[in-house]
């Protein structure tokens, strides 16, 4: 069955560090996608990345990147020189190719990030 | 342009008592996603519609609940008696398009106090 984990409940990071926030994911379909939420504490959710199975390439956009690995299932999110605004809850999520007409997101149970000045 | 319409955007009200929920989502916007989320149980779907049609209404908790989408344009979500138990904050969201690689955009959600 689809599954997505996020085995980081909260994290906590002093400005300007490096942060790594994992992804791991299950699914039985050859084709789906992965995606990037942030809910900063205002509460609105905000798409960040989408990145599809068939392509592994790493992705950056400015302090932040994405690195997906198919071979561990694994679609991790770093934020280099983090910063207060950082500070948010932060979800990862799967679709499947295969679900056809079924277009349900399968959520992470996501990662709280708090960035301390 | 404008993105997901949520309104109200806080509602406080007794238990026993209807509320109701409206969504616009973002024009050219074919499929229409119901969340709620709690801490305790997190982001949980409820319902969702392609084309004004609901697709997967296997998230809607009970018969108190009932959601609809006349129009493109507009959707409800209803609760019929509410319980302090529905407490929560309620999305919505719109995506473009019948492929699942489409990201979803969210409301700015309605924060729900049932007392």
């Known amino acids: 069955a689809q599954k997505v984990t996020q085995a980081q409940t909260e994290i906590s990071v002093v400005e300007k560090e490096d942060v790594t926030l994992d992804c791991v994911y299950e699914?039985?379909?050859?084709?789906?996608?992965l995606f990037w939420y942030k809910q900063p504490p205002s509460g609105e959710l905000v798409f960040l990345i989408r990145?599809?199975?068939?392509d592994e390439q790493n992705e950056i956009s400015g302090r932040y990147s994405w690195n997906f690995q198919k071979s561990t299932s694994s679609f991790n999110f770093t934020i280099t020189a983090s910063q207060v605004v950082d500070s948010a809850v932060y979800f990862c999520?799967?679709?499947?190719?295969?679900?056809?007409?079924?277009?349900?997101?399968?959520w992470g149970l996501g990662t709280s990030l708090a960035v301390n000045p | 342009d404008a993105g997901v319409i949520q309104s109200p955007r806080h509602e406080v009200t007794e238990m026993g008592q209807e509320v109701t929920l409206r969504c616009k989502p973002i024009?050219?916007?074919?499929?229409l996603f119901w969340y709620r989320q709690t801490m305790m149980r997190g982001l949980e779907l409820l319902i969702y519609?392609?084309?004004?049609?609901?697709?997967?209404d296997s998230g809607m908790p009970e018969d108190r609940f009932s959601a609809k989408m006349p129009n493109a344009s507009f959707s409800t979500l209803k609760i019929q008696p509410s319980e302090p138990r529905d407490s929560a904050v309620y999305f919505c969201?719109?995506?473009?398009?019948?492929?699942?690689?489409?990201?979803?955009?969210f409301g700015d959600g309605t924060r729900l106090s049932i007392l």
């Open positions: 990145r599809n199975s068939f």
């Open positions: 999520a799967l679709s499947e190719e295969g679900a056809g007409n079924n277009r349900k997101l399968i």
């Open positions: 699914t039985r379909d050859t084709t789906y996608y």
């Open positions: 519609f392609n084309n004004n049609v609901p697709i997967d």
């Open positions: 024009s050219g916007h074919n499929s």
């Open positions: 969201a719109s995506s473009f398009g019948q492929y699942s690689n489409q990201p979803q955009h």
